[in-house]
């Protein structure tokens, strides 16, 4: 019964900002690291950003460092992605998934599309 539902995707210009959520059920959210990751037409997964338990440590990849922030709120289960200063290279459909290891994610969500127009 677990559920992973990702919402706030869209259409936004460049330059723009977008925060996406990630509403978890079915499993003691506080337990599990969270993540975001991307996939593009044509190109492979890639990892976006990592939250532990806790919230205490958070990790990034390269290409959105210094622009996405990733938080959460373990009373309400769910998991964010603040994204600024918005690119095109942005566009990808944004999953998030949840990790009860460091090395693994058990749980992926149905994912929601990005749209950054030039």
């Known amino acids: 019964q677990v559920q992973l539902v990702e919402s706030g995707g869209g259409l936004v210009q460049a330059g723009d900002s977008l925060k996406l959520s990630c509403a978890a059920s079915g499993l003691t959210f506080s337990n599990y690291a969270m993540g975001w990751f991307r996939q593009a037409p044509g190109k492979e997964r890639e990892f976006v950003a990592r939250?532990?338990?806790?919230?205490?440590?958070?990790y990034y990849g390269d290409s959105v460092k210094g622009r996405f922030a990733i938080s959460r709120d373990n009373a309400k289960n769910t998991v964010y992605l603040q994204m600024n200063s918005l690119k095109p290279e942005d566009t990808a459909v944004y999953y998030c998934a949840a990790s009860r290891t460091a090395a693994n994610y058990a749980y992926w969500g149905q994912g929601t599309q990005v749209t950054v127009s030039s």
């Open positions: 939250i532990s338990t806790s919230g205490f440590s958070r």
